[in-house]
């Protein structure tokens, strides 16, 4: 059943009215037009949905919504501006990583959250982190690049 | 809508004034897309725009501000080509590369220069913009000199500004504004063979700033940002989320429909044609759970496959339905029956899978006087045409618009989804957003060939090939077409009483080696099932190439092992080609290649096997040669592809940056096929519906590193870069397993398991 629900969604607190078992990606997408969290495998596979639940990347694919309720959520559109943008998408651009790009909310966010823990990760931490995210276009040299470079940056 | 250019600094009125000269150019607004309902040419008679290839308005426009707008009629699919296709109108025009915008594929502004295919973008799409905008520097040049008063060659471009030695100065704005008729010459031809020129000579290379310069794609800061808008991400007014309910037996038929099954989902409903079943909702989640619990009886099919473990002896013994002989040369039966050493292989190749990164994902808005497609597929104009005999319009009321999807390597999903989308909004008379789940993608989409491959070889004493026999046998390249121009292209048509029409072809594969005596010949098999099927097949990446070249290029390492030849200088032995020798020395070099024959590279690091291997292929005019050294761990059978080295040359390089990123999606690409990628089935259907059961490469197995050597041949035209890096991959890993373990590596892919019982057998 429908219930209203209150989540502070890319620094903004928002109010929606839904059933709290659906998927958190639903809520973002089609209720708060939030659309940078894509729909890629909804079986926790492939981190197209990802987005941060209080800092930690979730799939938001097969979160219950009622488990972001009262949190911070950060979509990949909440991480940074063009103008002030998160070492990350600075890198990114930098680097020119994603062909089609559509997978690129699993990478970023993970990146980001693995900055802010580690801001000086290893090669194989790295490799690490990105456990189970999925790039069809094969830009997986290109995010080692761009993260590396944001670790450098913010070094 | 920022996937698109935005013509939003031109209004009708400006662009109007402009009529004539060149035209416009940059992102088409939303509110222009949305209005755009209905006739294909109505979005281009609404700015005034022409519509005739033959004429200059119809590919190019300069807006009051001066910026120019190139309108291109293929999509860019991620791969940069609209960065490229900027350059080279900048270059000809002399302008920085910032004040030229490309408007990508869409039936209602650009002319169908027969989309993503081929690796073609810049090879044909990009002649054909360079002509045309050689030409309309000329024609401003020339208006220019007759406003100055100066003849036209004093005059000198730059940054759009033609200016005379005493002074005088106009702006291409300026200079559009007086209006002229500018005709082309173009060939007659839609598609892939459109080309159109003018009068003038483009620039020669040695005079070129733009290109050949690194300029940044500029897609990808709204990627970056979150900001970018996908064709899932496409919202219209009204719009209804729809999903279809695909048969859990292949072939099976429609005996009956539940309806009330979903009454408990808000404002879920069935819609259904024949066998064609989606439902619709306005709420995507509501959607979902609705196309899961509708009940549906299907009619009792018999299943229509067998055990996927069985494939390769279904295609060897199966009657072939079409047999090509590509090339003979005389005295190849002698050839091959008589003197030196002989040898033959047996290479496999299992079906693909695109998976793309999401399902197929389109938005339909069918409306009685016109139909708005918001389309991911690489071919725009042929969607159109096949949606429009879909829905029974005529195909100028069928507007296509190509917006970004979840990736696409080839015909994947994304028409198959416009068609859902199309057919779904016609039955429910609102706009529909149409995207599968997982198993809709991985277990629906159309699959690359599956195909064995048998190679025959004799060597003379001298250490040479002197007889050479490469035989392909498997499935069409072709079940559905990759021009979805037929109704029975796409898996609705197919559900609604269009019958399949496969067409028979394979391919062969391509070198430039000097064998005294050789055949290539193939022969093609039906498919497994005669209507809707999950394992039709239609083009992957490079189609055929990466299996053709697994084997050709693998059995001529088998082939200089036999000869006791290092397989560098085995490959150079046999070709004279220059530029392809260039190009094979150019990796060796790169590699700092080790000489000594399959097995000498051989090292070990405590339970890890090393070595390298090389392969080579050109595709087309550009040729790629590949260096590969793995790791292949002897307990768990873990082959690690850990470095790279590529050779490539692909004629005029337009964007040395963009071009290396492709290059690397192409190798990491390929790797992924070689060692990860196998559709699966039993009997009923596709079993590998996920990522669990369809892996693919991860970072854990990402290469270190993929060395690339560009060799910028400017005096030849560009010749293609989209897929040609991901053809010899698979081989130079095989061929570096052998030289690691002494394992030969012949049934792709190379899985853990395969690995390490081939290792335990040896």
């Known amino acids: 059943m429908a219930e209203r629900l209150s989540l502070t969604v890319d620094g903004k607190a928002r109010s929606v009215e839904a059933d709290p078992k659906t998927p958190l990606l639903y809520v973002l997408r089609d209720e708060l037009d939030l659309d940078s969290p894509h729909f890629g495998c909804g079986l926790a596979q492939c981190g197209a949905c990802t987005v941060q639940v209080d800092g930690k990347p979730v799939r938001s694919c097969v979160t219950p919504t009622s488990a972001a309720v009262g949190k911070h959520v950060t979509t990949l559109a909440g991480l940074g501006t063009p103008q002030k943008p998160h070492p990350i998408q600075a890198a990114y651009i930098e ?30 931490e790295i490799r690490d982190a990105f456990k189970g995210l999925k790039c069809r276009c094969g830009t997986h040299l290109a995010i080692l690049r761009a993260v590396k470079r944001a670790a450098a940056m913010t070094a | 809508m920022n996937a698109h250019t935005s013509l939003s600094h031109l209004g009708r009125r400006d662009f109007l004034r402009t009529l004539g000269a060149l035209v416009v150019g940059a992102a088409v607004p939303a509110p222009v897309l949305a209005a755009a309902t209905g006739a294909a040419k109505g979005a281009a008679a609404d700015l005034g725009k022409s519509m005739d290839p033959a004429t200059l308005d119809a590919w190019l426009a300069v807006a009051p501000d001066g910026m120019v707008t190139a309108f291109f009629g293929k999509p860019d699919v991620g791969q940069g080509v609209e960065v490229a296709i900027a350059q080279i109108v900048a270059e000809e025009m002399d302008l920085p590369v910032e004040r030229v915008q490309v408007h990508l594929a869409d039936t209602g502004l650009t002319c169908d220069q027969g989309g993503v295919s081929g690796s073609t973008g810049v090879q044909r799409g990009g002649a054909t913009l360079r002509n045309i905008a050689a030409e309309a520097r000329r024609l401003l040049v020339e208006h220019a000199a007759v406003e100055l008063k100066v003849p036209a060659d004093q005059l000198r471009v730059d940054d759009g500004v033609v200016s005379a030695p005493g002074g005088g100065k106009r702006t291409y704005a300026q200079l559009v504004k007086a209006a002229f008729e500018a005709k082309l010459d173009w060939n007659g031809q839609y598609g892939n063979g459109l080309t159109a020129k003018g009068k003038a000579k483009p620039k020669a290379a040695k005079d070129y700033k733009v290109v050949g310069a690194s300029p940044k794609r500029r897609d990808i800061p709204d990627k970056v940002f979150g900001h970018y808008r996908y064709s899932a991400d496409v919202r219209l007014p009204g719009m209804l989320h729809g999903r279809t309910v695909r048969p859990p037996v292949a072939g099976a038929k429609v005996v009956g429909v539940d309806e009330a099954s979903i009454a408990r989902f808000g404002g879920a409903r069935v819609v259904r044609k024949d066998d064609f079943i989606g439902v619709v909702a306005p709420k995507e989640w509501d959607a979902i759970q609705a196309a899961q619990a509708l009940k549906v009886t299907w009619s009792d099919a018999k299943p229509p496959f067998f055990d996927s473990e069985a494939l390769f002896d279904h295609i060897r013994a199966a009657e072939p339905q079409k047999r090509q002989v590509v090339t003979e040369t005389s005295g190849v039966a002698e050839a091959l029956a008589n003197g030196g050493m002989q040898l033959s292989a047996e290479y496999q190749w299992p079906f693909q899978s695109h998976a793309s990164m999401g399902p197929g994902c389109a938005v339909a808005d069918v409306r009685p006087d016109g139909v708005t497609l918001y389309n991911p597929s690489q071919k725009t104009h042929a969607t159109a045409q096949g949606v429009a005999k879909l829905l029974g319009r005529p195909v100028e009321s069928v507007r296509s618009i190509y917006v970004q999807g979840p990736g696409s390597y080839g015909r994947n999903d994304a028409g198959d989804a416009c068609a859902d989308a199309a057919l779904m909004s016609l039955l429910a008379g609102k706009p529909v957003r149409a995207q599968g789940m997982r198993a809709d993608g991985h277990g629906w ?82 498919g497994l099932l005669d209507g809707p099927s999950p394992l039709r097949t239609s083009h992957l ?35 004279t080609d220059k530029r392809h020798r260039a190009v094979v020395e150019a990796a060796a070099k790169a590699a700092g290649w080790k000489a000594g024959p399959p097995g000498a590279r051989r090292r070990a690091e405590g339970g890890r096997m090393i070595g390298t291997g090389f392969a080579y292929a ?14 292949v761990d002897k307990a768990t059978g873990r082959i690690w592809p850990r470095r790279f080295w590529v050779a490539h040359e692909c004629g005029l390089i337009i964007n040395p940056g963009t071009l290396k990123n492709v290059i690397e999606g192409n190798v990491v690409h390929g790797a992924s096929r070689a060692l990860f990628e196998e559709v699966t089935f039993d009997p009923n259907n596709v079993t590998s519906i996920d990522w669990a059961h369809y892996p693919i490469l991860e970072m854990a197995d990402a290469p270190e590193s993929i060395d690339i050597v560009l060799i910028d041949r400017p005096d030849l035209a560009p010749s293609g870069a989209g897929e040609p890096s991901t053809r010899p991959v698979p081989a130079a ?24 019982a081939e290792l335990a057998a040896a």
């Open chain 2, 541 to 575: 990446r490079d189609p055929l190439g990466p299996q053709m070249h697994f084997a050709s290029e693998s059995f001529i390492d088998e082939c200089a092992l036999a000869a006791n030849a290092d397989p560098v200088a085995f490959r150079l032995a046999h070709m």
């Open chain 2, 733 to 756: 890993i095989a061929n570096a397993i052998y030289d690691a373990t002494g394992v030969r590596l012949r049934r792709a892919p190379f899985t853990r398991a395969r690995m390490k």
């Open chain 2, 445 to 526: 989409d159309p699959k690359g060939a599956a195909s064995i491959h048998t190679v025959k070889a004799t060597i003379s004493d001298g250490g040479r090939i002197v007889g050479h026999d490469y035989t392909s046998k498997g499935f069409t390249r072709m079940e559905v077409n990759t021009f979805e121009q037929e109704p029975q292209d796409f898996l609705a048509g197919q559900q609604t009483g269009f019958h399949n029409k496969p067409v028979p072809g394979f391919a062969a594969p391509e070198d430039a080696y000097e064998f005294k005596a050789r055949r290539v010949s193939w022969e093609t098999i039906p």
């Open chain 2, 618 to 631: 050109p595709r087309g005019d550009t040729i790629v040669a590949i260096a590969c050294e793995v790791e």
């Open chain 1, 95 to 124: 680097e020119q990583v994603p062909q089609c790009g559509y997978c690129i909310s699993g990478w970023m966010m993970t990146a980001a959250a693995l900055l802010k823990e580690k801001p000086k990760p290893t090669d194989s």
